[in-house]
């Protein structure tokens, strides 16, 4: 998989520029502020329809304007689509393939996969859990793009049924809004549970590729894994083995159970919202507890792990994930950026990506053998001021 043409107009600092790639490696350099990671972050968003960097898109646009609009050339195999996705202020976004009519921007996602490593990552590990929740939930959109309808239903449920527990903290209970709470708790509970069932699939899919990235990267004897934690209060192996039916019937029976707690704060207390992912060195915590380095070699291994997810979902010829790493190397040790430019090329391992997008300030942040299609961004206005590196 690969994009071998990119335009950005109004994004970000970029008011009207194109940028070519090569299949292989492709090598950004310049000064921080030029907007390398705002290229990388474009990429990403053409996958995912989120950015890495801000929650909203707000910050996409281009001051004083209305409206962002990234195109891309993406192939996937002997496949060509041309994507082209608007960013609009104050109303919906909107996409089309191949240069037809407008259609909804969820329309576009599964026909580019990317994988996004970046400093912002080490959050991970050490941020809140709504960054840990966003890892399996963006994994399980680009595998399964009809899952953005169920979060988008979920969350939509959520607001409505917390708008409501405010209410009721405020005017006091009523019958009205018991037979409310039933209506929104059941359309909660639904959507709620085929979430859920999403998340721990991708869980069972990530946990051993995240292991083995993580022995490659760091040749360490120490065993990561991860378990998740569920606002349902259910050990992880009931959860595990749970069929959408019964993570919705616990579901309900936990909103019932926690109805006087949500009264009294005024927001629902149970669901998908609430749930985290703890991640651990054997039976170490790793937030909090591990050195820095295994820290980003942790980070590193939940990104080259979702690689390998996506690989595994889709393993014919020309359909491997983009590896875009954005600014990583100047963070790394020279142990570990040796392992990660030899992982990056797929020695020892998965097949290399069919596109690598690599961002860096320094050149010699970046391994040599992979400079040999690097370009220097000396603009923040232009990417067509883009030159061919050396």
């Known amino acids: 998989m690969r994009v071998s043409q990119l335009i950005l107009q109004n994004y970000r600092s970029y008011e009207d520029a194109?940028?070519?790639?090569?299949?292989?490696?492709?090598?950004?350099?310049?000064?921080?502020?030029?907007?390398?990671?705002?290229?990388a972050e474009a990429m990403g968003y053409l996958a995912t329809l989120s950015s890495h960097r801000v929650p909203h898109d707000g910050p996409l646009i281009r001051h004083g304007h209305e409206q962002a609009i990234i195109r891309a050339a993406a192939h996937r195999g002997s496949r060509e689509a041309f994507l082209e996705l608007e960013i609009n202020q104050g109303r919906s976004n909107r996409a089309r393939i191949n240069r037809g009519s407008p259609v909804r921007s969820s329309e576009i996602l599964g026909i580019l996969r990317t994988v996004l490593f970046a400093p912002e990552d080490?959050?991970?590990?050490?941020?809140?859990?709504?960054?840990?929740?966003?890892l399996l939930d963006s994994l399980a959109v680009q595998?399964?793009?009809?899952?953005?309808?169920?979060?988008?239903?979920?969350?939509?449920a959520l607001k409505q049924r917390n708008a409501l527990m405010k209410s009721i903290r405020h005017e006091g209970f009523t019958a009205t809004h018991d037979s409310t709470l039933?209506?929104?708790?059941?359309?909660l509970s639904t959507a709620g549970a085929r979430l859920l069932r999403a998340r721990l699939?991708?869980?069972?899919?990530?946990?051993?590729?995240?292991?083995?990235?993580?022995?490659?990267?760091?040749?360490?004897?120490?065993?990561?894994?991860?378990?998740?934690?569920?606002?349902?209060?259910r050990e992880p192996a009931e959860l595990a083995e749970a069929g959408e039916q019964d993570l919705a019937q616990w579901m309900q029976e936990a909103l019932l159970s926690a109805r006087s707690a949500e009264r009294d704060r005024g927001v629902t207390l149970v669901g998908p919202h609430r749930d985290?992912?703890?991640?651990t060195l054997d039976t170490t915590p790793v937030k909090g507890y591990a050195s820095h380095g295994e820290t980003w070699s942790y980070a590193l291994a939940l990104r080259l792990g979702s690689y390998r997810v996506m690989l595994e979902d889709d393993p014919s010829e020309g359909a491997e994930p983009i590896l875009i790493l954005d600014d990583v190397f100047a963070e790394l040790d020279a142990r570990r950026r040796r392992r990660l430019a030899d992982l990056a090329a797929g020695?020892?391992?998965?097949?290399?990506?069919?596109?690598?997008?690599?961002?860096?300030?320094?050149?010699?942040?970046?391994?040599?053998?992979?400079?040999?299609?690097?370009?220097?961004?000396?603009?923040?206005?232009?990417?067509?001021?883009?030159?061919?590196?050396?």
Not at 143 to 156: F, H, I, N, T
Not at 182 to 187: G, L, N, R, S, T
Not at 276 to 279: S, T
Request: hydrophobic share 40%; no cysteine.
């Open 18 to 39: 194109e940028l070519a790639l090569e299949p292989g490696p492709n090598v950004l350099l310049g000064y921080n502020g030029v907007g390398k990671t705002n290229i």
């Open 122 to 134: 080490l959050e991970l590990i050490k941020g809140s859990p709504e960054v840990r929740r966003r």
């Open 143 to 156: 595998l399964r793009p009809w899952l953005a309808g169920v979060r988008q239903d979920y969350e939509k």
């Open 182 to 187: 039933a209506v929104w708790d059941a359309q």
């Open 201 to 233: 699939d991708m869980l069972a899919a990530l946990r051993p590729h995240t292991a083995m990235a993580y022995q490659e990267l760091s040749q360490s004897v120490r065993s990561a894994s991860m378990e998740y934690t569920s606002s349902l209060e």
């Open 276 to 279: 985290d992912l703890h991640f």
């Open 347 to 390: 020695e020892g391992s998965s097949a290399a990506p069919g596109q690598l997008i690599v961002t860096a300030a320094v050149d010699d942040d970046v391994p040599e053998e992979l400079l040999a299609n690097a370009y220097r961004v000396e603009s923040e206005q232009q990417i067509s001021r883009v030159s061919r590196y050396g």
